[in-house]
C-alpha cells in the first residue's frame, strides 16, 4: 500500500507487514544525523497533490523546514490520549443572532382512551406507550408482567433479527418491581413510568457492556448511566435491552452480524439506530432511544416502519453516549407512534452539565388543535419524477386534506455537500486511536464506503478545507432560517432534495412517520422538519397525518 508520508505524520504498515490488529509503525521523532529524511520536497509535491494545491518549486522549498517538523508535533500530540468523551472547545449552537423563540402551546395530548387492556400477549406486545401508560396508572397491567412480556420476545425474535447487544434483565425486573410498588401507592412520576424501552448500544449503562457495536471495544462496561438513563429513571421508565447499532453509528452491520428489517428479514434495517428500529417495529420493546449524525434516526424509521423524532441540536444531553461528531450527534426517541415519541421527548429534553451542547428551551405540544390553515413548506420537484414512490404522493395528498396552506418552499443553491467534510474530520477524530494503532482492521465491515477508510482517507483533508465547510454550515443555517420563514414547517419525501444532509448540519428538528408500504413487505415514510427549538408544531402536524393516512398499526409477521 503506497502512502506519502510526513506532511501529515502517519505512515502506513504494508498490508502483509503485520496482522489485523496491530499497531501501525508511527514517525520517529527527529531524522538522526546521517539518516535520510523522513519529509522531502517529493513528498511535499505529492501531499500537495493530494489536497488539490498547486505549488511552485520555490514555494516547496520555502515549505520545507516547516512542514519538516510535523512529525515531531503530531508525535508530541499523539503520546497523550484523549477520551471519546471529550469534545472541541467550539460548540455548536444552531440558532443565529437575533433567534427568537416560537411561542409553544400548553401541554395537551391526544385524550384518547386506551379501552380495557388486551388479553392476548401479542396484543399487547404491540399497544403504544400512551396505552401502556394508561393501564399501568389504572394497574389494569403491571410493570413486572410487561416487562417479562418484553424480555421473552427478545429472547425469542432477537436472535433472528440480530437486534439485541444484551439484556438487562436483573435491572429491568428490579426497575418494573419498584414501579409497581409506586404505582399501587399511587405516586406517578409521569406517564413513562412502568413502561419498558430499550437502548441504542452507545448509551452507557453502569456494570453493563456498553460496546458501541464495534469489535475493538468488546467487552466496554461503564461504571455510570449515560444522561439520558438518568432521566429515563427519573421517569420510571424500565430499561430492558441494549439493542444493536452498525459499528461505531455507521450502518447495519455490527458484530452480532446484520440487523434485519421485521417486515423482511432477508433486508437490513438500515442504521445506525438498527435495533432501536428493528426492536420497536417486531414489538419486542414499546420503544428506544436512538441517535442521528446524519440520517440514523430516519433512515432505520423509513426501513421498519417506525416513527421517529430527531430533535433540535443540543435539545437532549448525550453525556454518556459514544461521541461520534461532536457538532451533529443528536439524541432521540424511536416509537411505534407519534405520540409516544413526544411522550418520550419531554422527559428527555434539557440542559445538563455533562453537554455542553445541551441547552434548556421551553416545550409544548397540543394534539388536539386543528392543524387547518398551517403554513407547510413544500417542493413540486420532491413529489415528480418515476423515482417518486405513490405512497409519498398519497402522502401530499393527505396532508393537503388535512386543511393546511402549501406554500413553496426554496433553499438557497450552495455547495452543501462541501458539509460532509465536518463530519468525517470529527468522526476521524474521534476515533483517531484505531487508525493509528490498526485496531481499525478488527471492524466487519471493510470497503471503501465503510469507517476505517473513512477515517484514513479525513486525515489527507487540509484543515483550511474544515474550515471553510464549517463557514458554509453557517450559511446553510441562514439559508434554512430564510427558506422557513413564514412557515410553520415542511413536509416532503424523508430524502428528498438536500433535505437530509441540511437539516442533520442546521441542527433543525424532524419527525419521520410510516406513510404506507412501497409493497406488502416494504414500509415507506415521510418527514416534516420544523424550526429550531420548536418540535411541538411537527408533532402536532404529523400527529395529524397519521391519523389520516391509518397506516401506523400495521405489524410484521414474525416467524
Same mark, same amino acid.
Given at each position: ?5 510526513? =506532511?501529515?505524520?502517519?505512515? &502506513? ?64 500530540? $499523539? ?12 460548540? *455548536? ?32 406486545? *404491540?399497544?403504544?406507550?400512551? $396505552? ?74 453502569? $456494570? ?174 420532491? *413529489? ?10 398519497? &402522502? ?33 477524530? &474521534? ?18 464506503? =465503510? ?109
Amino acid at each position: 500500500m503506497a502512502v506519502v508520508a510526513g =506532511a501529515t505524520g502517519l505512515t &502506513a504498515r504494508a498490508a502483509s507487514a503485520a496482522p489485523s490488529g496491530d499497531a501501525r509503525r508511527q514517525p520517529e521523532p527527529g531524522g538522526g544525523e546521517g539518516s535520510e529524511p523522513r519529509i522531502t520536497s517529493a513528498s511535499i509535491a505529492a501531499a500537495a497533490a493530494v489536497m488539490g494545491l498547486d505549488l511552485t518549486d520555490a514555494e516547496i522549498e520555502q515549505m520545507l523546514p516547516v512542514v519538516a517538523r510535523n512529525p515531531d508535533r503530531f508525535a508530541e500530540r $499523539r503520546a497523550f490520549s484523549i477520551p471519546n468523551e471529550v469534545g472541541q472547545a467550539s460548540v *455548536f449552537d444552531p440558532r443565529l443572532a437575533g433567534f427568537a423563540q416560537r411561542p409553544q402551546p400548553a401541554m395537551r395530548w391526544s385524550g384518547r382512551d386506551a379501552g380495557p387492556p388486551p388479553s392476548d400477549d401479542e396484543d399487547l406486545a *404491540f399497544a403504544p406507550v400512551w $396505552r401502556l401508560s394508561q393501564w399501568l396508572r389504572t394497574r389494569r397491567v403491571r410493570s413486572v408482567d410487561l416487562t417479562r412480556l418484553c424480555l421473552s420476545r427478545l429472547e425469542r425474535y432477537g436472535p433472528a433479527l440480530e437486534c439485541v447487544a444484551a439484556l438487562c434483565a436483573e435491572r429491568a425486573l428490579a426497575s418494573a418491581e419498584r414501579a409497581d410498588e409506586e404505582l399501587d401507592a399511587g405516586r406517578v412520576r409521569g406517564p413513562l413510568h412502568g413502561v419498558p424501552y430499550g437502548l441504542k448500544d452507545l448509551f452507557d449503562t453502569a $456494570r453493563i457492556p456498553t460496546q458501541w457495536g464495534a469489535e475493538p471495544y468488546r467487552g466496554r462496561t461503564p461504571d455510570a448511566d449515560a444522561d439520558v438513563v438518568v432521566r429515563l429513571d427519573r421517569a420510571g421508565a424500565v430499561p430492558v435491552a441494549k439493542l444493536s447499532l452498525g459499528a461505531l453509528a455507521y450502518g447495519d452491520i455490527w458484530y452480532g452480524g446484520t440487523t434485519k428489517n421485521p417486515f423482511n428479514v432477508e433486508m437490513g434495517s438500515s442504521g445506525s439506530s438498527a435495533g432501536s428500529a428493528a426492536a420497536t417495529a417486531a414489538g419486542l420493546v414499546p420503544f428506544a432511544l436512538g441517535t442521528e449524525t446524519l440520517g440514523s434516526i430516519v433512515s432505520p424509521s423509513m426501513r421498519c416502519g417506525t416513527t421517529g423524532l430527531r430533535p433540535t441540536f443540543g435539545r437532549i444531553s448525550r453525556a454518556g453516549a459514544m461521541a461520534l461528531c461532536w457538532s451533529l450527534d443528536k439524541v432521540g426517541p424511536i416509537c411505534r407512534c407519534v405520540e409516544d415519541c413526544g411522550l418520550v421527548f419531554e422527559a428527555l429534553h434539557g440542559q445538563e452539565p455533562g453537554d455542553p451542547s445541551s441547552r434548556t428551551a421551553p416545550f409544548g405540544v397540543d394534539l388536539r388543535r386543528s392543524v387547518e390553515g398551517m403554513r407547510v413548506g413544500y417542493a413540486p420537484a420532491w *413529489f415528480d419524477g418515476p423515482r417518486v414512490s405513490d405512497v409519498d404522493r398519497a &402522502a401530499l395528498d393527505a396532508m393537503r386534506g388535512l386543511g393546511v396552506e402549501l406554500v413553496e418552499f426554496r433553499l438557497a443553491d450552495l455547495p452543501y455537500g462541501a458539509m460532509r467534510t465536518i463530519l468525517e474530520v470529527e468522526a476521524a477524530s &474521534a476515533f483517531e486511536e484505531l487508525t493509528l494503532s490498526g485496531r481499525d482492521d478488527m471492524l466487519a465491515w471493510q470497503s471503501p464506503r =465503510a469507517w476505517p477508510n473513512t477515517f484514513r482517507c479525513s486525515r489527507m483533508v487540509p484543515a483550511v478545507e474544515y474550515v471553510q465547510a464549517e463557514r458554509i454550515r453557517r450559511m446553510a443555517c441562514e439559508a434554512m432560517r430564510d427558506a422557513m420563514d413564514g412557515m410553520d414547517a415542511v413536509f416532503g419525501p424523508s430524502f428528498a432534495g438536500n433535505m437530509l444532509l441540511v437539516t442533520n448540519f442546521t441542527g433543525h428538528p424532524c419527525v419521520v412517520l410510516r406513510a404506507g408500504f412501497r409493497d406488502a413487505q416494504t414500509p415507506h415514510g415521510v418527514s416534516l422538519w420544523g424550526h429550531l427549538d420548536d418540535e411541538g408544531t411537527i408533532l402536532a402536524l404529523a400527529h395529524a397525518m397519521e391519523q389520516r393516512l391509518g397506516v401506523w398499526e400495521v405489524r410484521p409477521t414474525l416467524a
